[in-house]
């Protein structure tokens, strides 16, 4: 008996000492942060970069010989994020898309839905660093995405020749070879600022890499109208005879 009244005076002290939970709804227009690319290092004489690449590379010769297995089909370790910061703030300037002009007491406004379904993505096997791009995209407008890489569609293609007449016949030949077409110039090693990266024919949905134009692909708007009014008749003034 003694124990139980001193466990219910305990709960009746923890009760009074547990501050109020109070709720309070907020609303804000939030924006996402600036973006902007990757730092694109020159390595040249004197620079930093080229400083602690050299030290790495002294390092590295302190330890040879150094075994380097070859793996077939095993696991593979890959920089992420690629995209992603784009994504997002193409998404914000998509939602602002709205409707400016309304007249009084009416508010049109539109709302972006994700697609029936599910999107299917199907990413390049020669730019694993951007695998997850082809799927970030659709779901950050909401959609249910299946991925599948790919052994046999590519990203990018090159072709070097001096005849011009070779390269409009490569360019019609090689249509529907990749998503990004180099010529005369090497497509491995792309720097930021060189390349628009893109996704064409079978590789992608024929659109310019994070943009708006690439997200309106995977949303339905849904226009909206309020009235704050309200009707006092049906009849419109064209009708009054």
Not at 38 to 66: C, F, H, W
Not at 142 to 157: A, E, H
Request: glycine fraction near 6%.
């Amino acid at each position: 008996m003694a124990l139980h009244m001193m466990l219910n005076a305990r709960q009746a002290i923890r009760r009074q000492a547990a501050p109020r939970q109070v709720t309070t709804r907020c609303l804000g227009t939030f924006r996402v942060p600036p973006i902007r690319n990757e730092p694109n290092p020159t390595y040249t004489k004197g620079s930093v970069e080229r400083q602690k690449l050299q030290e790495a590379l002294d390092s590295l010769k302190q330890r040879l010989p150094i075994k380097v297995p070859l793996k077939i089909s095993g696991q593979k370790e890959i920089m992420v994020n690629y995209g992603v910061r784009f994504n997002v703030h193409y998404a914000a300037e998509l939602y602002k898309q709205q409707n400016t002009m309304n007249d009084a007491g009416v508010w049109n406004k539109m709302e972006y839905r994700p697609l029936e379904g599910f999107v299917y993505a199907i990413s390049p096997f020669n730019f694993t660093a951007i695998g997850a791009n082809p799927t970030a995209a659709p779901a950050i407008m909401g959609n249910v995405v299946i991925w599948k890489p790919s052994t046999k569609f590519v990203l990018t293609g090159a072709v070097f020749s001096r005849d011009r007449t070779a390269i409009a016949e490569a360019k019609k030949a090689l249509r529907q070879s990749s998503g990004t077409f180099y010529v005369n110039c090497k497509s491995s090693g792309a720097a930021v600022g060189h390349q628009p990266f893109r996704g064409d024919r079978a590789s992608g949905t024929n659109d310019k890499t994070t943009s708006t134009n690439l997200l309106s692909r995977f949303t339905s708007i849904r226009s909206m109208k309020e009235d704050l009014v309200g009707a006092d008749e049906v009849e419109y003034p064209s009708n009054e005879v």
